[in-house]
Structures are given as C-alpha cells and as structure tokens.
C-alpha cells in the first residue's frame, strides 16, 4: 500500500478534510487534520448544505454515515419560496409535491436547473458533527493554524500560529478559498466574477425578524429583481442567514470604505443601492445580534494546472474555488475526498506521484465543467429576465 507506515497530515477541517480523514482511516492510514478553530464548539458560520446525487450523497455513502445523515436531514430547509423585490410571491415549493426522479425539459442547455433540484439539506454544523464524531480519538489537532512548512526528509515539517510543529509524509490541504497550502503548489492568482455578496446572520431570528423567519417556512426564499438577488433561509439553531448578491466593480468596497462591523452603514448601503426593493426587507437590517461578512466572488481559470508532487496535494476550494451559483462548492469537496481517498489506497499506481497525478487531472477537469456552470449560473441570476428564467426551470422541474 502507497501509505502503508507514512503520516497523513490534512490541513483543515471543513466537510473536504473531514470527509478524507475518514475515508483514509477506514483503511487503517495513519492521518491527523490541523484545523484552526479552538475546538468543535466553534459556531459554524455558513448556510445549509444540500448534497448532491453524484458527489455529496456518494461520500456520505463510503464514509458508511449515509443513515446518520438522513437522520439529521431538514426537510423544509430544501423548499423554496421565490419572489421579486416587492416581496411578492411568485412560486412556493411549500405547496407542492415535487418528484426527485423527474427530468427537466432540455437540461443540458439551462445550467439555471442544477438550483431547482430536490436535496436534502443539513445544517453545516450537524453534517460538521456527524463527520467529526467518526473519526477516532484525537484526529483532529485544534488550534492548529497552519503558517508555514518546509521539507524534511521525503515530507514536510509543519509549522503553526500556536508555535507548535509535525511532520507528515504527504500533506493535503483543504484549507479553502484562502489556501496557504496552495501555494506551495502554484502561484496563479484567482480571478474576480463581477459578483460580490454581503453576507449577514441574524440570531435568534424569531424575536429579531420576525416577519421574514415566519415567511421562510423553515425553508429558503428566493428573491430576484433589478439584476440583483437577496437569499435567505433559516437553520436549526434559530438563525436567519441572508446574501445580497449584485453586480459590483472589484474594488468597490474598499474604494468607498464599506465598515461591515457598522450595521447601520450596510442598511444605508442597501437603502442606496438597492433603491427599488420593497421596505419588507428592511427587517434584515434592524436587528441588535447581526453580523456581515463581505463576500466577493472569485474563482481559478478553467485552464489551471500545477506540477504534481510525490508528497502534496490540495482539494475542495483550495484547488479549484468558485462561487456558489450552482451550490458544488462542498458537494465538489467530498467528492474530491473520495477520488483522493481511492487513488491513494486502490493499489492501482506504483508511487504516490502517480496516484496523485491521476487525481489531479481528475478534478481540474471536473472542477473546470463546474465553474463553467456556475458562472454561467451567476450571469443568468443577474440578468434582467433572471426571475422569468428562474421560475420557468422551477415549474418544469415538479
């Protein structure tokens, strides 16, 4: 075996790492993730995720945890309520049966119907759990935020923020959009969509957006108009977590000096830039327990490629990031985890700089078909016809 007697070392522990950690160990290798977060009490930011048929589904299901994920699923989170800026309801998944199995007229020309497939969706921070409680005692290193590493002897010494240091064999990172790790891999620069989104969360969204959380039926509500979208959709813990997604010049916000940690400048913003949406929405901006975290998108050329090494690779965002218009970001991470996780252990490569090239041109070309849909997803969302588009795939699709 390619790992027999070496040291895994995954630097990071979103649903990426998490999942290859598992499915590593169910191989009997010996592996460790260094993850930042103090420890497994750490607020979860981010939306529900859906996982996919081809990718998140088919992780779960050889990690053995497919039963324990249902268990956790949320029903109502994958339901949604589209509506135009004046709050008005255009389509309402609540009131509809909608069949999994059926096929959406010329699928492979609209890159739109990817959003309105049926998946199940589970809080981050209950697939997070699921995952964590999986491994074996004392995977995970806490606390570990990576700096630096350096090779030592066929593998690399680790060096981290809390002054500690490990050696590894093979490193992988899946330390996301923000990856230290790759660029030790590669030096190609991401580029930026167009498209920025300001995220906010509200916390106990019942008492602080009242209106909103009722109308969100415990499920996502859709909101398009004036080539700009609001998504929102509430978690199980009672918050309400919002996008504001529109098209904005790169260095828009630092030109205009945009203070996220202002609530009340981000609603003068939005009242500005968002002149034509209806007052209903201004119920995301009045609560006291609100956080906004600017999100401009970017994502790697379609072309990219690196020089494969015997003893480090990268997966999830941190190989391939792109923004969220077709919802792969975590569903592309697992299903790198898989790859990897196979290629590594199959039997198939006579050394590790085989396995890994096999997988790496695996998921550049994989990742590459992806970012062409979800750009062309992120055009279709702020175009002018967005709503008409978006609800005609939503009909066909039940």
């Given at each position: 075996?390619?790992?027999?007697?070496?040291?895994?070392?995954?630097?990071?522990?979103?649903?990426g790492?998490?999942?290859?950690?598992?499915?590593?160990?169910?191989?009997?290798?010996?592996v460790?993730?260094?993850?930042?977060?103090?420890?497994s009490?750490?607020r979860?930011?981010?939306?529900?995720?859906?996982?996919?048929?081809?990718?998140?589904?088919?992780?779960m299901?050889?990690?053995?945890?497919?039963?324990?994920?249902?268990?956790?699923?949320?029903?109502?989170?994958?339901?949604?309520?589209?509506?135009?800026?004046?709050?008005?309801?255009k389509?309402?998944?609540?009131?509809?049966?909608?069949?999994?199995?059926?096929?959406i007229?010329?699928?492979?020309?609209?890159?739109?119907?990817d959003?309105?497939?049926?998946?199940?969706?589970?809080?981050?921070?209950?697939?997070?759990?699921?995952?964590?409680?999986?491994?074996?005692?004392e995977?995970?290193v806490?606390?570990?935020?990576?700096?630096?590493m350096?090779?030592?002897?066929?593998?690399?010494?680790l060096f981290?923020?809390n002054?500690?240091?490990a050696y590894a064999?093979?490193?992988?990172?899946?330390?996301?959009?923000?990856?230290?790790?790759?660029?030790?891999?590669?030096?190609?620069?991401?580029?930026?969509s167009?498209?920025?989104?300001?995220?906010?969360t509200?916390?106990?969204?019942?008492?602080?957006?009242?209106?909103?959380?009722?109308f969100?039926?415990?499920?996502?509500?859709?909101?398009?108009?004036?080539?700009?979208?609001?998504?929102?959709?509430?978690?199980?813990?009672?918050?309400?977590m919002?996008?504001?997604?529109?098209?904005?010049?790169?260095?828009?916000?630092?030109?205009?000096?945009?203070?996220?940690k202002?609530?009340?400048?981000?609603f003068?913003?939005?009242?500005a830039?968002?002149?034509?949406?209806?007052?209903?929405?201004?119920?995301?901006?009045l609560?006291?327990?609100?956080?906004?975290?600017?999100?401009?998108q970017?994502y790697?050329?379609?072309n990219?490629?690196?020089e494969?090494?015997d003893?480090?690779?990268?997966i999830?965002?941190?190989?391939?990031?792109?923004?969220?218009?077709?919802?792969?970001?975590?569903?592309?991470?697992?299903?790198?985890?898989?790859?990897?996780?196979?290629?590594?252990?199959?039997?198939?490569?006579?050394?590790?700089k085989?396995?890994i090239s096999?997988?790496?041109?695996?998921?550049?070309?994989?990742?590459?078909?992806a970012?062409e849909?979800?750009?062309?997803n992120?055009?279709?969302?702020?175009a002018?016809?967005?709503?008409e588009k978006?609800?005609?795939?939503?009909?066909?699709?039940?």
């Amino acid at each position: 075996m390619l790992l027999e007697n070496k040291q895994v070392a995954i630097i990071g522990g979103g649903m990426g790492g998490l999942i290859l950690a598992r499915l590593l160990q169910l191989q009997n290798i010996k592996v460790k993730v260094y993850e930042r977060d103090l420890n497994s009490k750490v607020r979860v930011q981010g939306s529900p995720l859906d996982l996919h048929e081809d990718s998140g589904l088919i992780a779960m299901e050889k990690a053995n945890l497919l039963n324990e994920f249902y268990k956790n699923i949320r029903p109502n989170a994958s339901k949604a309520r589209i509506v135009n800026q004046n709050f008005e309801l255009k389509f309402d998944e609540h009131t509809i049966q909608k069949t999994a199995s059926k096929k959406i007229a010329n699928a492979n020309q609209d890159s739109l119907q990817d959003i309105s497939k049926p998946r199940p969706e589970i809080d981050r921070s209950e697939l997070r759990a699921i995952l964590l409680n999986s491994l074996l005692a004392e995977t995970i290193v806490w606390n570990s935020q990576f700096l630096s590493m350096e090779k030592e002897k066929e593998g690399w010494r680790l060096f981290f923020k809390n002054e500690t240091s490990a050696y590894a064999d093979l490193v992988i990172g899946a330390d996301g959009a923000s990856s230290k790790i790759r660029s030790y891999l590669s030096d190609q620069k991401p580029l930026y969509s167009g498209i920025t989104m300001i995220e906010g969360t509200i916390y106990n969204a019942k008492e602080n957006a009242p209106k909103l959380f009722e109308f969100s039926n415990g499920g996502k509500v859709l909101a398009i108009g004036n080539e700009q979208n609001i998504m929102y959709g509430t978690k199980g813990d009672g918050s309400l977590m919002f996008l504001l997604s529109s098209k904005i010049p790169e260095n828009w916000i630092t030109e205009n000096d945009l203070d996220f940690k202002d609530n009340q400048k981000i609603f003068d913003w939005f009242i500005a830039f968002y002149p034509n949406w209806s007052p209903e929405w201004h119920e995301l901006f009045l609560s006291k327990e609100l956080h906004f975290i600017p999100r401009p998108q970017f994502y790697f050329p379609q072309n990219q490629s690196w020089e494969t090494q015997d003893n480090l690779t990268i997966i999830g965002d941190a190989a391939h990031r792109m923004p969220p218009f077709a919802g792969k970001g975590a569903n592309l991470a697992m299903l790198d985890a898989v790859e990897l996780a196979d290629f590594l252990t199959n039997n198939q490569s006579s050394d590790l700089k085989t396995a890994i090239s096999f997988f790496e041109k695996q998921m550049l070309a994989r990742a590459a078909a992806a970012l062409e849909n979800t750009l062309k997803n992120g055009e279709q969302l702020h175009a002018s016809n967005a709503l008409e588009k978006l609800l005609s795939l939503f009909s066909k699709s039940v």
